[in-house]
Nanobody, 124 residues
Framework: QVQLVESGGGLVQAGGSLRLSCAASGRAFGSYAMGWFRQAPGKEREFVAAISWSGSIIYTYYSDSVKGRFTISRDNAKNTVSLQMNSLKPEDTAVYFC???????????????WGQGTQVTVSS
């Protein structure tokens, strides 16, 4: 069992930056792939970024809409995963969710544990 708590959301102007954090509790955090998803009002939850590793090799994955602007990272010693968001756009406005699963992926169903979400609002 893994519990996830997101933080760091808020209101920012277009072009600004925010850093989201996800604190995980429970056993074996290091064995899970971690992902960030977002959901805007009236829309389906969509993939943003994911991170996994094998030995010393770290793998990161991004949606096309955030590639080059967002960076996902994790600190296994602190049981945290972060999402650095730069050059934010109004269309990035959504509730952002942290998720944990056995393998990284772009589908909601691939993740077993979810946080409660944190609101990100980007004003134009």
């Amino acid at each position: 069992q893994v519990q996830l708590v997101e933080s760091g959301g808020g209101l920012v102007q277009a072009g600004g930056s925010l850093r989201l954090s996800c604190a995980a509790s429970g056993r074996a955090f290091g064995s899970y792939a971690m992902g960030w998803f977002r959901q805007a009002p009236g829309k389906e939850r969509e993939f943003v970024a994911a991170i996994s590793w094998s030995g010393s090799i770290i793998y990161t994955y991004y949606s096309d809409s955030v590639k080059g602007r967002f960076t996902i990272s994790r600190d296994n010693a602190k049981n945290t995963v972060s999402l650095q968001m730069n050059s934010l756009k109004p269309e990035d406005t959504a509730v952002y969710f942290c998720a944990a699963g056995a393998t990284p992926g772009k589908r909601v169903g691939q993740y077993d544990y979810w946080g409660q979400g944190t609101q990100v609002t980007v004003s134009s």
